[in-house]
């Protein structure tokens, strides 16, 4: 199942990094946030990713540079997992809804996909998700959080 990440906004309410690198790229220990999200996923078997970059998408492509190249995709093994990543370039000013159109055509018809943001690190048990969704049987399963502060 693919994985679409968007990684494309400005990240302004971080701006002491973000004037230099996307919000996804700010290390947390030894990695972006973007690769811990990623080996959460990862964790639960989804190893097909699609980032929907926008703002200094050359920092993506730099940093996933030695991965293999092949076509607009990237194979590499991120902390002994192999994956495959595609960095598509959805426009600096473009917003979600925009962002996902514009990777529409990467995941076929009717495919299951999940989603999250470039900062949407979580605890969330991912198959346990996907069964809910399916079982439901709904077009979309939305996970969220009630935080304490409003940037929570």
């Known amino acids: 199942m693919k994985v679409i990440i968007l990684a494309g906004g400005l990240g302004t309410r971080l701006s002491e990094y973000t004037h230099a690198i996307p919000k996804p790229m700010v290390r947390i ?12 996923y990862l964790s639960y078997g989804f190893n097909e990713f699609i980032l929907a970059t926008g703002y200094k998408n050359d ?13 607009q995709s990237f194979s590499h093994n991120i902390l002994r997992r192999n994956c495959s ?8 000013k473009t917003m979600t809804g925009g962002r996902l ?8 018809k ?5 989603f999250t943001y470039g900062d949407g690190i979580s605890n969330v048990n991912l198959k346990s998700l996907e069964h809910f969704h399916k079982k439901n049987n709904k077009i979309i399963t939305v996970t969220a959080v009630r935080p304490p502060a409003r940037f929570g």
């Open 101 to 108: 159109k514009r990777v529409k055509d990467l995941i076929p």
């Open 59 to 71: 920092i993506f492509k730099r940093y996933f540079k030695n991965f293999k190249r092949n076509r």
């Open 110 to 114: 009717n495919e299951t996909f999940m």
């Open 85 to 92: 990543i595609t960095i598509v370039d959805t426009g600096k």
């Open 29 to 40: 220990g030894k990695f972006p946030i973007i690769v811990h999200i990623m080996n959460h």
